[in-house]
């Protein structure tokens, strides 16, 4: 199976290349982030202006102009194609345990305002620390636990508003 991933420019221009197309383009690093590029006999200066690699999203500067990028690899075109992308899911507002074990840590009180990815609780699990993160942006609404209490599979731990 080819590697394929779809680019999307400005949200409405949408570009697919495999990774052959990829790795045959003529683009020399001059820094960090500016490269130098030929494509059909004509020049490019091309700077990467701000980069989010997790979501694959990117500021990109073609000589004067300005694109903003998101990059789909095989796996997002395949979830989107079965119906299943992340923007069809819910909004996540209950944090609940992923397994039994012992809260070691509450990391937030209530009326807090989380970022996403911001550490809520750590878990002790078959003596293993695991980190429950905040999924979104959010404030805590309540906190049905407190340090040193066991708690069972899917117990209901935090709700966030």
């Known amino acids: 199976m080819d590697k394929n991933y779809k680019v999307k420019v400005n949200g409405d221009v949408e570009l697919e290349f495999d990774l052959n197309e990829i790795q045959n383009l003529d683009a020399q690093p001059l820094s960090d982030k500016k490269y130098h590029v030929l494509k059909e006999n004509k020049s490019f200066k ?10 694959r999203k990117y500021t990109v500067k073609i000589n004067s102009n300005t694109y903003e990028v998101d990059i789909a690899n095989e796996l997002d075109l395949l979830i989107e194609e079965m119906g299943l ?57 309540s906190i049905s636990i407190e340090k040193g209490q066991t708690v069972e599979k899917n117990q209901l731990l935090i709700e966030m508003e």
Do not use: C, H
């Not at 091309?46 to 979501?55: G, I, T």
């Open 46 to 55: 091309a700077e990467v202006v701000q980069s989010d690699f997790l979501n």
């Open 85 to 141: 992308s992340l923007g069809n899911a819910q909004m996540v507002n209950d944090i609940k345990a992923p397994m039994p074990g012992l809260i070691l840590e509450v990391n937030v009180k209530e009326g807090d305002e989380v970022k996403e990815g911001d550490y809520l609780l750590v878990l002790e699990a078959m003596k293993m620390e695991n980190a429950l993160t905040a999924p979104r942006d959010a404030v805590i609404k």
